[in-house]
């Protein structure tokens, strides 16, 4: 994988690929991120991840996850924040179970 992110970067790329994953875009989903994240930050993630389709995204955070061993703690956090921007639209996302698997 050549993605080089800080973890903050990956947060974001987590968190707008929650955010696009039913290629409908909330301004409940968006304000959240921004809540979150510096706006320069999801602005140049935001840029790359519409470049991706749904299975490079995968590919990529699953890419990410093996190369950056995170802790089971850090993994729980970062779910419960995804679960916020999934569920935002009060609708359960395929790609929150696929997350959730790679996270746990």
């Known amino acids: ?13 987590l968190l707008t690929f929650a955010a696009l994953c039913d290629q409908i875009k909330t301004k409940k989903e968006w304000h959240f991120i921004l809540s979150k994240i510096a ?7 935001h840029n790359q991840i519409v470049n991706h389709s749904e299975k ?20 729980d956090e970062v779910l419960n924040e995804l679960k916020s ?6 609708s359960e996302k395929e790609g929150f179970q696929f997350l959730r698997k790679l996270l746990s």
Do not use: C, G, P, R
Not at 1 to 13: L, V
Not at 39 to 45: A, D, G, L, Q, R
Not at 56 to 75: G, P, R, T, V
């Open 1 to 13: 994988m050549d993605k080089k992110w800080s973890k903050e970067e990956f947060y974001a790329y």
């Open 39 to 45: 706006k320069e930050t999801f602005y140049t993630i």
């Open 56 to 75: 490079e995204s995968y590919e990529i955070i699953k890419a990410y996850l093996h190369e950056n061993k995170y802790s089971q703690h850090d993994n």
């Open 85 to 90: 921007v999934f569920f935002a639209d009060d």
